[in-house]
Every structure is written in C-alpha cells, then in structure tokens.
C-alpha cells in the first residue's frame, strides 16, 4: 500500500543536507497513489528547541495538486505567448525595413522646400518608434528564453553617456538634458545594451514630465560603485508602486492612459543591470518628480582595504562599523553607503564573528545611512546568515531601516526568515 515518492532520491538528499545544518526544510515534490495518479505535496519542516537545544522537526505537508496544475496550465501559455512574440516581431521587422529604405528614397528624391517634404520627415520619425517597440518585444522574448546575448568590451562611461544625450537631446524642443556629474571612469560591460538603459530612463524621464524642462543626468563613483543617476520633475510615482515598474508589462495605472507605452523598457532594462550585477532603485515624490538609479560594481575587492578590527570586538571599514556594547549587552552595526552583495556579505559575516565571540543573544542593526538597492542579497540573508546568526546565539535582533524603499524591501525580505528562537522588530530612524 506504500505511497511512492517520485525523484526520492533527490528528496532525501536535501532532507539529508538540511539535517546536518539544522536549519528550516522546505520542498516540494510529487507522490504517486496506491491508483496510480500524482499528487503534489509541499513539506516544511522547522527546527524546534528546547532550552536553545535542538529537539527535533515540527513539519507539515500540504496538498497543493490544483495549485500545482494551474501554475503549469499558465507556464505553458505563457511559454506559447512568448514564442507567438517572438515570431510575430520578426515578421514585422521584415515589411518595416523595406519600408524605411522606401521612404528615405522618396525624402532624398524630394527637394526640401517641397510640401511633401515634411511628411517624409514625419514618416521616418515614426517608423523609428515603431522599430523601438518592436526591438523592444524582440529583447523580452529573448530576455524570457535566456537568449539576449551580451557583449563585453571596456569603454569610457562619459562618452558612451555623451553620445546618448546628444541622440536624444535631438529628438526633444521641449527638455534640456543635463549632465551634472560625469566621472572619469572605465567600465567592462555591454556598451550597447547599457547606452539602451540610460536612452530608457532618459526617454521616461522627458515622456513623464510633461510640464517641465529639463533632466539631470549624473554618473559618479561612490565606494567602488558607478552610481548613475536620471532625475526629473515630473508627475512622480506613488510609494506602493515604486518596487513594481520594473515588472515586466507594468504601468501604473493612473497614467497608463495619458502616456503612451508597452511598459517593457525599464523590465529590460532591469535585466541588463542585473547582468552586469548592478542594482537598480528609484526615488520619487508624486507631483513632484522621480530620480531613477542603477549602479555598477567597479572592483568588488577594493572594500575591504584596511580594515580595523581587534579581531574580538570591533571591526571597521569603509562600508559598516560593528562593536561589541559592553554595557548593553549588544552587537551594533551601523551601515553605510552604497552596498553590493560583496560588501554586505563581508560585513554580516563580521558580524557572525563579533556576536560569537561576544557570546551575544542582542543585535542592533543600524541602516539609517544605507544607499540604494541590495536586494540580491536578500536570498543568502535569509537562507545562510540569519539561520547562522540564530544559531551562534541570536535572539533579539532590532533593524533601523533605511529611508530608501528599495533598502527595506531587501531588509524585510532577509527578515522573512522567522523561527521561535529569533524576535526581529523594525524600527524607523526618527
Ligand atoms: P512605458 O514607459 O513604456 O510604460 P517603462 O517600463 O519604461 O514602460 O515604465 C514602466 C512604468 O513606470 C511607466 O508606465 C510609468 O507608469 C512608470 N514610469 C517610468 N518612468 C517614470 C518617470 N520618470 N516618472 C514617472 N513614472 C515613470
């Protein structure tokens, strides 16, 4: 009558694994019934202690069968959607190219005081927003299929930044684009694909500021990273929809009827900036306007140059300060700068040593003067350091947010780890 587990062996791998560590267990896999069917199952299993000795598993395991069946049913269309996509900008690039050899024919074969003139203009125009849409739907069926290929070269960030401005500066009466910082600094990456990322936030930045005039473009290095940043004052995104503007298709609704638009450039764009492991974050007041950032790695290594430290309890360098407080009891850190997954692993796993040698059961987690965006973080916060720090003797772990959302997203996405032997509270610097 036994119940057979599909892929056991893999199953009981991870279980094994999970038990050397102690940690949370969670999986999904398939049974198959004394009638022959599948059925879907997720397990979880949390570790539980007694007195802070581990005691044993708490699990459950949930029937999730429909559930299961649907997300495939909309992988599948979804799969198809996007091969549909695929072809179909294909077939139109083809007539649109013919098109545009066409009508410049016809603009060179008219002399220019012609009246016919001006259309021939207006044609070309639009057959270039037409070729952008269409280049667009074919980066996100390449995106969606792992096929955007990217070529790396080494180049001058300032004039690949100079010639985007002078492309678009061309294309608009209406805003002065200007350059308020530009760092010399040399970049390896895709020339190509990151001049599409500033030509999308730049193009946003005039589309969504109708009433104004200009647009601040800048691009300094700040602790080993390239931030670039593209600020306008225009009509600005609430709070609760910032997190969401680089999904792929997604407008805000308010103005997705004013503005014309696919909502494909910045899910584009994202991806470019994930690629060269940068990150991406917005600031933004409605009404009054949004600066749009991503930021670029420059040497990961660099960090870390001289640190102080007495090795038992502080350490000290160029992104945190940590320190044992004697008379609190505690582990305080306190963040700053712009982060990237180099520099917050480093420092949690300072941490990790402080708060073992220490013997501590109390943290403080200052990150009121955080930069920026370091959500990749978020999956090995939550899965490695955090279930480490519980078991070298967290209890209490107080976090000061960040004034930046992206910065508490990624927080509150570490916290998502939760057991009976970890108290996490969030607080707002004030
Ligand atoms: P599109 O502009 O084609 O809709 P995007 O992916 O470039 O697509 O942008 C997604 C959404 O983010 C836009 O529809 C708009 O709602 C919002 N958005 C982007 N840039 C800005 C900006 N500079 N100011 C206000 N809203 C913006």
Known sequence: KALLIDDFESYRQNWMDTLKTQSLFQDKFRIRTIEGNYRWFFCQANPHYINSVFDGYVGSLVDITDQELSSQAIQELSEKKDEFLSIASHELKTPLTSIKASIQLIARALSPDNKVSKFAVKASEQLLR??????????????????????????????????????????????????EHSDKVIVLGDRFRLEQVIYNFLSNAIKYSPDADRV????????????????DFGIGIAQ???????????????????????????????????????HFWIESEPGKGSTFFFSLPLNDVTHFVKPETDNQTYY????????????????????????????IKHGCLEMLGLLEKNCCSKMLNDNTHVLGNWA?????????????MEKAGLQFFAWVHSESTFSRLAASKIAAYSNEGLITRFFDHK
């Not at 014309?260 to 940068?278: C, P, V, W």
């Open 216 to 231: 601040i473009l800048s691009s300094e290095v700040k602790d080993n990273n390239l931030i670039v940043s593209v600020q």
């Open 240 to 278: 609760e929809n910032l997190s969401k503007t680089f999904d792929r298709y997604y407008r805000v609704d308010d103005t997705a009827m004013r503005f014309q638009g696919l909502g494909l450039g910045l899910f584009i764009s994202a991806e470019i900036i994930k690629r060269h492991n940068g």
């Open 376 to 388: 990749d973080t978020s999956d090995w916060g939550s899965k490695v350091w955090l279930p480490a």
């Open 316 to 343: 000290k360098d160029s992104q945190v300060d940590i320190w044992y407080d004697r008379e609190k009891d505690w582990i305080e850190s306190n963040w700053h700068g712009f982060q990237n997954f180099a520099s």
């Open 130 to 179: 037409l070729e952008r849409l269409i280049a667009d739907l074919l980066d996100v069926s390449k995106i969606n299929s792992g096929r955007l290929v990217y070529n790396n070269t080494v180049f001058y960030f300032r004039e690949m930044l100079d010639e985007v401005v002078q492309s678009i500066q061309n294309t608009t009466h209406t805003h002065r684009i200007i350059i």
